[in-house]
């Protein structure tokens, strides 16, 4: 079975941290991803990378940016974080060919920025 | 950016009844998917059916499709109390790696 993890499943943190979330797969996936999901918002995509060492803006990357630097860890960093991201972070990953790109999902990290 | 929009926003039926939700989509697509999200936890994948197909099962599920009216329907039969969760629906389309999402239906099951 596949398997996703990240790092944390709830986290609280202050305004203007640094704060990093990590996620692991261990399927050798081409393509890992970042969401966050807000209530009435769905799921928002924030980065992608298809690569090691590549990424592309989701629909909301402002405030955020990624690493990966192995294929199979994906970090998402919070610069300086404020309230407004505070939210469920959900990592994703697929395999590049067949399986018309289904996404496997970790457990989600709830982030609180006070 | 969304396409699919889930119908409706929430469901709540008794244990035994059916459970049909829809989503419908603006693009072309070449697969259509459904996750199940349980409170507070990740997504799962439930199933996927394919552009040239119409009709797809799964033990309890079935899921439909009508490109001509860029439509889904999920029908879960006999549910559970352990189907309650969020549902959604997300597109595939040609060779992009993302997948276009619906906001999702809330379902909830009675006992």
């Known amino acids: 079975d596949v398997k996703v993890t990240q790092s944390s499943r709830y986290l609280v943190k202050r305004t203007g941290e640094k704060v990093f979330l990590e996620c692991v797969q261990d399927?050798?996936?081409?393509?890992m991803f970042w969401y966050r999901q807000d209530p009435g918002l769905g799921l928002r995509l924030i980065y992608f990378?298809?690569?090691?060492?590549?990424?592309e803006k989701g629909d909301i990357p402002e405030g955020y940016s990624v690493s990966r630097e192995k294929k199979e860890r994906f970090s998402l960093i919070l610069e300086s974080a404020s309230t407004n991201q505070t939210s469920m972070y959900l990592c994703?990953?697929?395999?590049?060919?067949?399986?018309?790109?289904?996404?496997?999902f970790g457990p989600g990290t709830r982030l609180t920025v006070l | 950016s969304q396409q699919g929009e889930e119908d409706p926003q929430a469901l709540s039926i008794q244990e035994g009844e059916n459970a049909t939700m829809n989503c419908s989509y603006k693009t072309s697509i070449n697969n259509l998917q459904w996750y199940r999200q349980n409170s507070g936890r990740g997504l799962v994948h439930l199933i996927l059916i394919r552009s040239n197909e119409r009709e797809k099962h799964s033990g309890r599920l079935r899921v439909t499709l009508d490109t001509s009216k860029k439509s889904s329907s999920l029908l879960i039969t006999a549910s559970r109390a352990a189907d309650t969760a969020s549902y959604f629906c997300?597109?595939?389309?040609?060779?992009?790696?993302?997948?276009?999402w619906g906001l999702g239906t809330s379902l909830a099951v009675n006992p």
């Open positions: 994703a990953s697929t395999q590049s060919r067949g399986a018309g790109y289904t996404q496997y």
């Open positions: 997300a597109t595939g389309a040609g060779n992009n790696r993302k997948l276009i």
């Open positions: 399927m050798d996936h081409e393509n």
């Open positions: 990378s298809y690569d090691v060492k590549m990424k």
